[in-house]
């Protein structure tokens, strides 16, 4: 007799999904699925909308990782423009999508990630929230406070606002960086050094607690996909991808973005809206690839940052050249984090940054479109068709949720296995489930951007749907 | 304790101060107070804060303080929080009648007179989170991480409607000179013989 442990919803507001998970009649998990049920299609309703309007609509989709969507569309519409923004308009859309992920990345770990850090996975939910934190270790939640601060500040001062802003337009930048602007963004960067670094300082001191979590969170062998420059370096903006298999030998390596379609495809899934994303190559659901801050440490020679390079060498000292758990996405949250604050001033500082020419004007030039660029959780793909007058005619956006979609699942199924025995449903199950999702931070739900007391529930159910076994919170 | 965080920075300025017994003038008055107008502009009636923000930006009466608006209360504005004196945060409730102006205290405890704000607000809450928290919530974080504990004031009008919509209702429009005269008349009104001149609950049926 086969038997399904529903989770629903994971999630409160925007994001809807829930978790089933399938055991047999020895009460042995068998399967897992992450499902995500809502439908978005913004795919759809931007068609018939002149290509100009894209990336201020593509914003939309988000109010987390608004600058993530605005510089892939962005991208995206400069193609169809045939045009290449100028250099300081470049440099300005780095650092705003730079202080993006350092306030996406405070938010995840801080707020979200670390209250289970600090107080357990076995602690009563209504503990771990950021108010007790904040009683336990108040300079923690300071830190992640001014972090998120700090990087919701650059998005506001360059892009206009906080919250979807407006200055990334096609060509580059609808306006150019003051003086007073920069100044006041670089005032910032010691203290937000010094945040992250206590941070991670405090994480490597603690990591040896979550021993079991890190060999059971996701740890499998897959693929990882990202963006380099040149040299190798870590790229969020721009670059090749670059896509390495669990042994660290390149899949692929200086692949323009532009062919993207080339490697990866996409499938769907009767159970979820949320597109699963694969490797060409290794095939369905072979070709499974993993994106986010695990990703772009693993597959990078270097950050390309002197703090960020050293913490690099430490973690890959402590869990080896390619990580494979998906635990340690926090560890590399964090480096990700050093690295971006390193960049933002070394741009800031350039000599150029203040240059009043920082967008370029074009027409539709081409028919076809495509940007990527690395947001918080990875890569992140838009792709547009036009027709001669600019008006949108189809659009396919490939989101670093997506590329983790499979990722995900598997972790799903590998907590449950490890937790899950017999019919007793018990919290620290239910802990472990939500906290193993936390760490890929997927942008499609509250449930994981939500602390404390979420409106979870899990059901045991017989195969009649008679009600086993029932917990809720 | 203004300046002991230069990567968050001083958000409301002015100085904390004490009650006087001569009533300030409304620049004096106005310093050291935080409005925090909040709601979602696109959601019918919650974007009343956003109404009210654009107005208090142009009102003289409010000429020293802090006016912000945020689509919701999240952790991080603790930090604003932490330098001022007076905090007022403006929302839609789901509790009065459409366009009824209420007027709530949050205590230094930060608990919350007239009932907890999670079964009232606009937005609700089910526990601290990073996408919002309750003011009450939010006075308290504030307070453990900096040992802030300015007055802190709710002022709120009952909604109509929270529906996809970028239009208040007419009772909440018609709410909106109240709203922003109850704001005004806490902020200039304090330092004197009765520090905020309003008596807590209903301002206008």
Redesign the interface.
């Known amino acids: 007799m086969s038997r399904e442990i529903v989770i629903d919803p994971v999630t409160?507001?925007e994001g809807h999904s829930k978790i089933t998970i399938q055991l047999d009649d020895r009460g042995e998990v068998v399967d897992a699925h992450f499902h995500v049920t809502q439908f978005r299609g913004f795919e759809r309703i931007t068609q018939g909308r002149p290509v100009h309007e894209m990336p201020a609509i593509m914003a939309r989709i988000c109010?987390i990782c608004p600058v993530s969507h605005l510089i892939a569309s962005a991208k995206a519409v400069d193609d169809i423009l045939a045009v290449e923004p100028p250099p300081t308009g470049k440099d300005l859309r780095r650092v705003i999508n730079l202080g993006q992920i350092v306030q996406s990345n405070a938010?995840s770990f801080f707020?979200?990630s670390a209250p289970d850090l600090l107080f357990g996975f076995d602690a009563d939910p209504?503990k771990r929230?950021?108010?007790a934190m904040?009683?336990e270790n108040?300079a923690l939640?300071?830190d992640g406070?001014?972090?998120?601060?700090?990087g919701?500040q650059i998005i506001e001062w360059i892009g206009g606002k906080r919250?979807h802003p407006t200055g990334i337009v096609p060509g580059g930048m609808a306006e150019p960086l003051t003086a007073e602007v920069r100044d006041r963004i670089l005032?910032?960067v010691p203290?937000?050094i010094a945040?992250v670094e206590r941070a991670i300082a405090w994480y490597k001191t603690d990591m040896m607690r979550w021993e079991e979590e890190a060999a059971t969170f996701g740890n499998f062998r897959t693929a990882f996909m990202g963006l380099v420059d040149r040299h190798g370096n870590v790229d969020h903006y721009d670059g090749w991808l670059r896509v390495i298999d669990a042994d660290g030998k390149f899949l692929a390596d200086k692949v323009d973005p532009h062919n993207f379609n080339d490697y990866i495809g996409e499938a769907v899934e009767p159970w979820s809206y949320l597109k699963s994303t694969y490797w060409k190559a290794m095939g369905y659901p072979d070709g499974i690839y993993r994106v986010g801050p695990l990703a772009r440490v693993n597959i990078a020679d270097r950050m390309g940052t002197p703090r960020a390079d050293e913490e690099l060498e430490k973690f890959r000292w402590r869990v080896g050249r390619v990580a494979g758990s998906s635990f340690h996405y926090h560890y590399a949250r964090l480096i990700d984090t050093l690295h971006s604050i390193e960049k933002i001033e070394e741009i800031l500082r350039g000599p150029d940054i203040l240059s009043k020419h920082v967008r370029s004007r074009a027409e539709v030039n081409r028919l076809e479109g495509i940007g990527v660029s690395e947001a918080p959780r990875g890569t992140l793909m838009h792709h547009y068709k036009v027709d001669e007058n600019g008006i949108v005619q189809w659009a396919n956006l490939v989101i670093a949720t997506g590329h983790n979609n499979m990722a995900m699942n598997r972790a799903v199924l590998q907590v449950a296995r490890h937790h899950i025995k017999g019919d007793r449903l018990e919290e620290p199950m239910l802990n472990r489930v939500e906290a193993v999702i936390r760490c890929y931070d997927p942008c499609l739900s509250?449930s994981t951007?939500?602390?404390?007391?979420?409106?979870l529930r899990i059901q045991l159910l017989g195969p009649d749907g008679t009600v086993l076994s029932d917990l809720a919170r | 304790m203004p300046g002991d965080d230069p990567l968050i920075g001083a958000a409301a300025g002015g100085d904390a101060g004490s009650p006087e017994a001569a009533r300030p003038g409304p620049a004096e008055a106005a310093s050291g107070a935080l409005v925090v107008c909040y709601g979602n502009p696109l959601r019918g009636d919650d974007a009343l804060g956003w109404h009210v923000s654009e107005l208090l930006a142009a009102d003289p009466r409010l000429g020293g303080a802090t006016v912000i608006w945020r689509h919701q209360l999240t952790p991080d504005l603790a930090a604003d929080i932490k330098d001022a004196s007076l905090v007022i945060l403006v929302d839609v409730n789901v509790v009065d009648e459409p366009g009824v102006v209420s007027l709530r205290r949050v205590d230094a405890g930060g608990s919350e007179a007239g009932g907890s704000e999670a079964a009232t607000d606009s937005a609700g809450s089910a526990g601290p989170s990073s996408h919002h928290v309750a003011p009450a919530e939010l006075m308290a974080l504030a307070r453990e991480l900096w040992g802030a504990s300015p007055a802190v004031y709710v002022v709120s009008a009952g909604a109509e409607t929270l529906e996809i919509g970028d239009r208040l209702s007419p009772a909440v429009e018609a709410a909106l000179p109240a709203v922003v005269d109850a704001v005004a008349s806490i902020v200039t009104r304090r330092g004197g013989p009765d520090p905020f001149g309003l008596r807590q609950g209903r301002l206008r049926p």
Request: aromatic residues 2%.
């Open positions: 409160r507001i109010g938010l707020h979200l209504a929230n950021v108010i904040a009683r108040p939640a300071k406070i001014a972090l998120r601060k700090w919701q919250i005032g910032g203290d937000a945040a509250c951007h939500a602390l404390g007391e979420m409106a």
